[in-house]
Nanobody, 116 residues
Framework: QVQLEESGGGLVQPGGSLRLSCAAS????????MRWYRQASGKERELVAA????????NYADSVKGRFTISRDNAKNTVYLQMNSLKPEDAAVYYC?????????WGKGTLVTVSS
């Protein structure tokens, strides 16, 4: 049973940093790409960052390039999203995601609030 559990969200001031984590289980984590998405209130879910199975390839939304960094620890079955220089427009629920033959899997999300 595929399970993804995000953590690390919270309230941060503009310009601050947060590190999100996503713990995965139920599949061979080290064999799959992982993604972070976010969904702000009233907006569609958007892809924020992606990384391949071994961490040699990454992709970022233009809006977060240079500020966010995706990483993974295959020994811990965990993917991370380091978010620096946060802006109010980064406020959203952040989800991790993986694609399997059986479909797309999502965690329940972690809320990031950026406000002074």
């Amino acid at each position: 049973q595929v399970q993804l559990e995000e953590s690390g969200g919270g309230l941060v001031q503009p310009g601050g940093s947060l590190r999100l984590s996503c713990a995965a289980s139920g599949f061979t984590f080290g064999s799959v790409s992982m993604r972070w998405y976010r969904q702000a209130s009233g907006k569609e879910r958007e892809l924020v960052a992606a990384m391949n199975s071994v961490g040699s390839w990454t992709n970022y939304a233009d809006s977060v390039k240079g500020r966010f960094t995706i990483s993974r620890d295959n020994a811990k079955n965990t993917v991370y999203l380091q978010m620096n220089s946060l802006k109010p427009e980064d406020a959203a629920v952040y989800y991790c995601n993986t694609l399997r033959v059986s479909g797309a899997y999502w965690g329940k999300g972690t809320l990031v609030t950026v406000s002074s």
